[in-house]
T-cell receptor, first 112, second 111 residues
Framework: DAEITQSPRHKITETGRQVTLACHQT?????MFWYRQDLGHGLRLIHY???????NKGEVSDGYSVSRSNTEDLPLTLESAASSQTSVYFC???????????FGQGTRLTVV | GESVGLHLPTLSVQEGDNSIINCAYS??????FIWYKQESGKGPQFIID?????DKRQGQRVTVLLNKTVKHLSLQIAATQPGDSAVYFC??????????FGKGTKLSVKP
């Protein structure tokens, strides 16, 4: 079955380190998204991509970057991790605009 | 600014009763809305969607109502069960082409 997977599921890192969270989908979807989820804020959009070589900033993009070198993957990089980036991160994909988005199981990141 | 939000952060209902979760949106250009369910420790799961050319859409035990006049969206769950306990989010495809979520409502079902 097609799916979307995130790795790792849990990560602890130190302040200032570079961290990359992986997202891989096998639906051949054009659109991919990264969200962070914090209490009191719901899901906030970090970055999104409409296809290979396309990336766009979302609501809370500062301190994060993404790259889309193929259809299946959208890795999220924290250039220099900060304690404020401690959160649960979700990746999602959708076939096109105005269609259902499917979510991964999330990555819990702790920055100490 | 444009936003998708919820009227009630928590909702507690008795098993077997109907639940209604509400959501307000402010972007009148949006034409596609989705309700998601999120259980503890899991990613959001699609429940039901609706396009702006519809007022109502029904699924299995769930109904979504869209009132474009007052920019209001609601999710109705019939005969609520303990397995329905979760956080529910409404989401909106904005005209700029990204999917924006409201803050969520926690539904607790009492046996």
């Amino acid at each position: 079955d097609a799916e979307i997977t995130q790795s790792p599921r849990h990560k602890i890192t130190e302040t200032g380190r570079q961290v990359t969270l992986a997202c891989h989908q096998t639906w051949n979807h054009n659109n991919m998204f990264w969200y962070r989820q914090d209490l009191g804020h719901g899901l906030r959009l970090i970055h999104y991509s409409y296809g290979v070589q396309d990336t766009n900033k979302g609501e809370v993009s500062d301190g994060y970057s993404v790259s889309r070198s193929n259809t299946e993957d959208l890795p999220l990089t924290l250039e220099s991790a900060a304690s404020s980036q401690t959160s649960v991160y979700f990746c999602a994909s959708s076939r096109e605009e105005d269609t259902e988005a499917f979510f991964g199981q999330g990555t819990r990141l702790t920055v100490v | 600014g444009e936003s998708v939000g919820l009227h009630l952060p928590t909702l507690s209902v008795q098993e077997g009763d109907n639940s209604i979760i509400n959501c307000a949106y402010s972007n009148s250009a949006s034409d596609y809305f989705i309700w998601y369910k999120q259980e503890s420790g899991k990613g959001p799961q699609f429940i039901i969607d609706i396009r702006s050319n519809m007022d109502k859409r029904q699924g299995q035990r769930v109904t979504v109502l869209l009132n474009k006049t007052v920019k209001h969206l609601s999710l109705q769950i019939a005969a609520t069960q303990p397995g329905d306990s979760a956080v529910y989010f409404c989401a909106e495809w904005k005209s700029q082409g990204n999917l924006i979520f409201g803050k969520g409502t926690k539904l607790s079902v009492k046996p």
